[in-house]
């Protein structure tokens, strides 16, 4: 693993802050492009999407560290070690999602749908290249295996190999993007005569499956070492709770943009 790539001045420039920083750039870009496909006002979605990724860096720390929060009220300097907090992918999802849900109800030229659809496909994008910095960084590691794709960390023995979740979850993602890509060149057409949102629910529904997946791969012990036991569970059932909703909104749209092609 390389989980720092090169000092400058002193400075320790980590591979894990440098591709999550790529990542998330490639994300916007590619939503910013995303916009006109889905005939979103680009200054107001710029204005949403420049809150929603505030909060999501918020998110992204705070669910990740909330056993540290008190400490900040307690010594404000703490909080200059934030670096070292870590972050939450989970965390970035959910306080990207509020953020928008919530300026979108007051703007009236962005609708949340279409800006969930044009967000979709570019935040599997963050995932499946952001990934690569917890691999090089050794972070975010899985259960020991005999498998032929096990990956040796420096920090085992040598006799043992983990599964490279952090590659899982890229490969996947990248398979997502590709199913999502294709799912909206078969549903723009219909879309154009009366829209109904099918990228943003089945996009939800492809990240829950995803982290159900990798969840019996993953090494417990480390992932609770990082974070409370409650904190962790509440992730998956805040996930388990939202998929139901998200299968019958993508049921619904599939129904009416299949009535619509019959007319």
């Avoid at 400490?71 to 999602?97: C, H, K, M, N």
């Avoid at 154009?192 to 090494?219: D, Q």
């Avoid at 609770?224 to 509440?234: D, E, H, N, S, T």
Wanted: proline share 5%; net charge positive.
């Amino acid at each position: 693993m390389y989980p720092t790539l090169f000092h400058i001045f002193g400075v320790r420039v980590d591979s894990y802050s440098v591709m999550w920083f790529i990542a998330l750039s490639l994300a916007i870009i590619w939503v910013i492009k995303r916009l006109e496909i889905y005939n979103l006002d680009e200054y107001e979605s710029r204005r949403v999407m420049a809150v929603s990724f505030f909060c999501m860096m918020i998110g992204a720390i705070v669910f990740k560290n909330l056993r540290r929060i008190p400490r900040v009220f307690s010594d404000p300097s703490y909080i200059l070690t934030v670096r070292q907090w870590g972050v939450s992918e989970f965390g970035a999802v959910l306080g990207a999602f509020l953020s928008a849900f919530i300026m979108c109800m007051f703007s009236r030229r962005v609708l949340f749908s279409r800006l969930c659809d044009a967000a979709v496909p570019p935040a599997f994008l963050a995932i499946a290249v952001g990934r690569w910095g917890c691999f090089l960084n050794g972070c975010c590691v899985g259960l020991p295996t005999r498998f032929f794709t096990g990956v040796h960390f420096p920090f085992d023995r040598a006799e043992i190999f983990r599964h490279p979740v952090q590659i899982y979850y890229s490969v996947i993602a990248f398979v997502f993007i590709g199913v999502l890509l294709l799912t909206e060149r078969k549903v723009i057409p219909l879309q154009r005569k009366e829209y109904h949102s099918v990228i943003a629910p089945l996009g939800i529904i492809m990240y829950t499956l995803m982290r159900f997946a990798i969840v019996p791969v993953r090494n417990w012990h480390s992932l609770l070492f990082m974070i409370p036991r409650w904190q962790y569970y509440a992730t998956y059932t805040i996930l388990a709770a939202v998929l139901p909703f998200m299968v019958l909104w993508l049921a619904h749209s599939l129904y009416k943009l299949k009535s619509l092609s019959q007319q």
